[in-house]
């Protein structure tokens, strides 16, 4: 297994454009997990999915923020228009139905100048 | 509110001596304990959970961590460190706000071992 693959692996912009991140879960999982780091404020769940569907958003920062996942084997969260402060490490995560415990991917850091 | 504290940011340990990271959680309801480490430029790795049963678990590379319910502690030990095990940590907990479960990190603690 490939485990939870990320791209890109890093991604530098400017500020006010279109980013697009990219995850695909392990095979098999059913949750899927998008997380932000920075040494600010540490680890951040944004949102997350159960079977394609997005239970629970809340922690979306603002509306220039989106996530869809329109199936099991992928999942894209999108910033426009991109922002200096979204600078940050952003991580995906799957786990299997009925575990306890994440796979995560390798993150992509995004660098917005 | 339910929470996770790595009371924390960095503790140094010399190479083969023990050591413990210190996690505390508040959380009602009966805990589920993760601890994750996260090597530079790499994502989380799990490393070991608590969900029930003997207060001792033991995980990966040579890591324990004790479950302590009386001081709502999950410190993560080691008896011997190695100068491979500096890395970040995180400890989880998995709470239930607003009717669906979600996990709770840490802010990190730095391991740093030193040979």
């Known amino acids: 297994d490939a485990g939870v693959i990320q791209s890109p692996r890093h991604e530098v912009t400017e500020m006010g454009q279109e980013v697009t991140l990219r995850c695909k879960p392990i095979s098999g999982h059913d949750y899927l997990f998008w997380y932000r780091q920075t040494m600010m404020r540490g680890l951040e769940l944004l949102i997350y999915?159960?079977?394609?569907?997005?239970?629970?958003d809340s922690g979306m920062p603002e509306d220039r923020f989106s996530a869809k996942m329109p199936n099991a084997s992928f999942s894209t969260l999108k910033i426009q228009p991109s922002e200096p402060r979204d600078s940050a490490v952003y991580f995906c995560?799957?786990?299997?139905?009925?575990?306890?415990?994440?796979?995560f991917g390798s993150g992509t850091r995004l660098t917005v100048v | 509110a339910q929470s996770v504290a790595q009371p924390e940011d960095q503790v140094n340990v010399a190479e083969g001596n023990p050591l413990t990271v210190k996690c505390t959680y508040s959380?009602?309801?009966?805990?589920?304990l993760f601890w994750y480490v996260q090597y530079p430029n790499r994502g989380l790795q799990f490393l070991l959970k608590y969900i029930t049963g003997d207060n001792l678990v033991k995980g990966s590379y040579g890591f324990e961590a004790e479950f302590n319910k009386s001081q709502t502690s999950f410190h993560l030990k080691k008896p011997s460190a190695l100068v491979s095990d500096s890395a970040l940590y995180f400890c989880a907990v998995r709470a239930l706000t607003s009717g669906t479960y979600k996990y709770i990190f840490g802010t990190g603690t730095r391991l740093k071992v030193l040979a």
């Open positions: 995560a799957s786990s299997q139905p009925g575990r306890h415990g994440y796979t």
């Open positions: 999915f159960n079977n394609n569907v997005p239970i629970d």
């Open positions: 959380v009602s309801g009966n805990p589920y």
